[in-house]
Nanobody
Framework: QVQLVESGGGLVQAGGSLRLSCAAS????????MSWYRQAPGEHNELVATITTGGSTNYADSAKGRFIISRDNAKNTVTLEMKSLKPEDTAVYFC???????????WGQGTQVTVSS
């Protein structure tokens, strides 16, 4: 079993930066593809960024050029660096760990990011 705990959310002005972290328990972190999702009020869950076990990354168009996802397998953590934040980035951000397309799938409890204009 893996538990994911996010931290680092908060209130920031437009144009500012935040760093979200997700700490994973357990011993299988290194085999998980890790992602950050977000959900704004009244909106569907949106995939923001993904990093594979090998370190390959993918980003939503809305995140490209502004967000960077990284992982540290030694520390069982995944990080989302966000800069040039916009009010439309306001959402609850969730950490997800996935193995083999959902054979194993874990979610954190979410952390609120609020960007004021």
């Amino acid at each position: 079993q893996v538990q994911l705990v996010e931290s680092g959310g908060g209130l920031v002005q437009a144009g500012g930066s935040l760093r979200l972290s997700c700490a994973a328990s357990g011993s299988i972190f290194s085999i998980l593809t890790m992602s950050w999702y977000r959900q704004a009020p009244g909106e569907h869950n949106e995939l923001v960024a993904t990093i594979t076990t090998g370190g390959s990354t993918n980003y939503a168009d809305s995140a490209k050029g502004r967000f960077i996802i990284s992982r540290d397998n030694a520390k069982n953590t995944v990080t989302l660096e966000m800069k040039s934040l916009k009010p439309e980035d306001t959402a609850v951000y969730f950490c997800n760990g996935n193995y083999l397309g959902g054979k194993l799938n874990y979610w954190g409890q979410g952390t609120q990011v609020t960007v004021s204009s």
